[in-house]
């Protein structure tokens, strides 16, 4: 008898390991933005003229002046999130930490002419370092005395822009007029498998590593360029030998390539460094432009784009 219950305890634990593994798994962390629509719908939008070129930028700091309602949808969904052990950055302190920054432009002539610039949704990203975006629309429906709430989410990589995970519905037609209670009727039976799409994605970078994008370049007052050797060996083929030994599993994808650029795109690099904080694609091509300057005598300038994307111009500062 004494035997055949310590076999059942044994069975029944090896049971609840992978339950209790899964309890204890990391979470990624999740920044809750409103949606492009919503806020274009709104007119908390700037638009911008760049000889010609007419682009359109979300202003937030004005939709958290003039929305209280984005304030409500924004905390009930962070509320929902961290109760769920998923940890949140707030977007509205984000954006006050960002403003009170001295941001400086920096700009490049290079052969191909072209400046880095970055939105202001970029420059939040790199300020709250979220793994995930989570993108909100919402709308109020009535109907008579009654009312319902159509919703949709969207979760991003904040380092690719792709999107990773998605949820959407309209909750019941309720005489409930509090957005706060509205919203949550309509979320709570979409945003666990919502949830589970998010962290099936961080599983998987967590093993295989996070992707972005790596922008190679040379500055025109250079005499050499990418296929200048070193040691015998080309530069263009130093750096990719570099890449592939620095990515996760030697992960990556060389899309292009010239004596004067190189384009890599699906590069895996480590969620975190050997001091346990989160890399993003600047820290990690940081180690490349050390290297070329204490190998190779080479300077460079390294510049980014939110915190997926990072080039390196070679040849100058």
């Excluded at 055949?4 to 999740?30: E, G, H, M, N, Y």
């Excluded at 719908?41 to 004005?62: A, I, L, S």
């Amino acid at each position: 008898m004494r035997n055949r219950f310590i076999l059942k305890c044994i069975i029944a634990v090896s049971f609840l390991i992978p339950f209790l593994v899964q309890s204890q798994a990391k979470k990624p962390t999740i920044m809750i933005v409103p949606a492009d629509v919503w806020m274009n719908e709104r007119g908390f939008v700037v638009k911008h003229d760049n000889q010609g070129d007419v682009y359109t930028e979300m202003d937030y700091e004005k939709a958290f002046l003039e929305s209280s309602d984005l304030k409500i949808v924004i905390n009930k969904l962070q509320q929902m999130m961290n109760s769920r052990n998923f940890p949140t950055k707030d977007l509205e302190q984000n954006l006050k930490t960002l403003n009170n920054e001295t941001v400086e432009d920096e700009l490049l002539s290079s052969k191909n002419g072209g400046d880095v610039n970055e939105s202001v949704i970029d420059k939040i990203r790199k300020v709250a370092k979220a793994d995930i975006i989570m993108e909100v629309y919402w709308k109020v429906n009535t109907q008579g005395p009654k009312k319902s709430i159509s919703f949709t989410l969207k979760g991003v990589d904040s380092y690719t822009n792709k999107p990773i995970a998605n949820a959407g519905g309209t909750g019941e037609k309720t005489v409930q007029t509090d957005l706060a209670i509205l919203l949550e009727e309509a979320v709570i039976t979409n945003i666990d498998p919502f949830n589970n799409q998010l962290q099936a994605f961080f599983d998987d970078i967590f093993v295989n590593g996070r992707e972005i994008i790596i922008r190679i370049k040379t500055f025109s007052s250079w005499d050499g360029d990418l296929e200048t050797e070193f040691g015998g060996n080309e530069l263009n083929l130093i750096i990719e030998d570099w890449i592939s030994n620095n990515t996760v599993k030697n992960r990556f994808s060389l899309t292009d390539a010239t004596e004067n650029f190189m384009l890599f795109e699906q590069v895996r690099i480590p969620l975190y460094d050997i001091n346990s904080r989160p890399t993003d694609a600047r820290r990690w091509l940081r180690e490349l432009k050390n290297e070329l300057k204490e190998k190779y005598q080479l300077s460079s300038k390294l510049m980014t784009k939110g915190l997926g994307e990072a080039i390196l111009v070679i040849g100058d500062k």
